[in-house]
């Protein structure tokens, strides 16, 4: 987000419910003239009528201030669209299944995109029985570590979180696994299949 709320976003969501400027200013209790000089880029809406203003033109704040549309097309739910979001405040993971706008203390989380594991990073698999056996040999200290390793499956997933200064490993029941996530504090988040 590189503006406050731009104009132009507030001029295509107006027009898009058929509203004219006098009928948004109505409903948020502003001038029409105030509507226009947001929509021409020549002032901005105090911060006390985002909600309002939002709520009007039938987004959430996150749409408004992001200046993109959320829209759900993903009724579906494939794991295959899986995005994660970390926040790196306070380290909260969001998993969305599709597009979504995530925010957390404060700021919006772009999505992680998973990069092949280097040397540093490489994900070791072991079958045991009906289980996966995986570890990270990396660092675990209270600055660089792994966060967490992920077991995708078609149907779901499982979560290990792990914890500074303790071990980079987890179990994992093998059935339907396809893939494994998993996120360094420091260098982000990585992938492998688990076949």
Not at 122 to 127: A, F, K, P, T
Not at 137 to 154: G, N, Q, R, W
Request: aromatic share 8%; proline share 3%; hydrophobic share 40%.
């Amino acid at each position: 987000m590189n503006q406050y709320v731009t104009g132009a976003m507030i001029r295509r969501l107006r027009e898009s419910r058929n509203m004219t400027q006098n009928q948004l200013a109505e409903k948020i209790s502003v001038s029409s003239k105030a509507v226009s000089r947001w929509e021409t880029g020549r002032g901005y809406p105090d911060i006390s009528l985002i909600e309002p203003l939002a709520d009007a033109l039938g987004v959430s704040v996150i749409e408004l201030f992001s200046g993109e549309d959320v829209v759900n097309t993903n009724r579906a739910s494939n794991m295959l669209w899986m995005k994660l979001h970390v926040c790196p405040i306070c380290g909260n993971l969001i998993q969305s299944t599709g597009e979504a706008v995530v925010s957390c203390c404060g700021i919006v989380l772009p999505a992680l995109e998973a990069e092949p594991a280097d040397e540093a990073h490489r994900l070791h698999i072991e079958q045991i029985e009906d289980e996966y056996y995986v570890s990270v040999p990396h660092e675990m200290s209270k600055t660089h570590y792994i966060s967490f390793i992920l077991a995708v499956k078609d149907n779901g997933f499982e979560l290990r979180k792990l914890y500074a200064e303790g071990n980079a490993e987890a179990r994992f029941k093998r059935n339907r696994t396809k893939y494994f996530l998993w996120y360094c504090n420091q260098h982000g988040l990585f992938s492998v299949s688990a076949r």
